[in-house]
C-alpha cells in the first residue's frame, strides 16, 4: 500500500524573509516542498527552501515580503 500525503498552504506574512511553517499534515517520510510567494514586490523574490522535516519547514526569501507564501509538500511511503 502506498501512503500519499499532499498539503498546500497560503500563509499571510509582513515584512518578513524567513518564514517557518509547522505542516498540518502528518508526513511519514520528508515531504518534497516547493514555495512561491504572491505580493505587490514578489516578482521580484527569490525563495529558497532552508530545511524540512517531517513536521516542519523554513523558508527564505532573497528580500522581506509583504504578501502570501505559498507552499506545498508531499510525502510518499510505500509498504505501510
Not at 499534515?25 to 522535516?53: L, Q
Not at 526569501?61 to 509583504?66: D, F, H, K, M, Q
Amino acid at each position: 500500500m502506498e501512503v500519499q500525503v499532499y498539503e498546500g498552504r497560503r500563509i499571510a506574512v509582513t515584512d518578513t524573509d524567513v518564514i517557518n511553517v509547522t505542516f498540518i499534515n502528518r508526513h511519514e517520510s520528508i515531504p518534497s516542498v516547493t514555495a512561491g510567494v504572491e505580493g505587490i514586490d514578489a516578482v521580484n523574490i527569490e525563495t529558497y527552501i532552508d530545511f524540512v522535516t517531517q513536521t516542519e519547514c523554513r523558508v527564505k526569501l532573497s528580500a522581506n515580503l509583504s504578501g502570501y507564501l505559498h507552499l506545498h509538500a508531499f510525502s510518499s511511503i510505500v509498504g505501510m
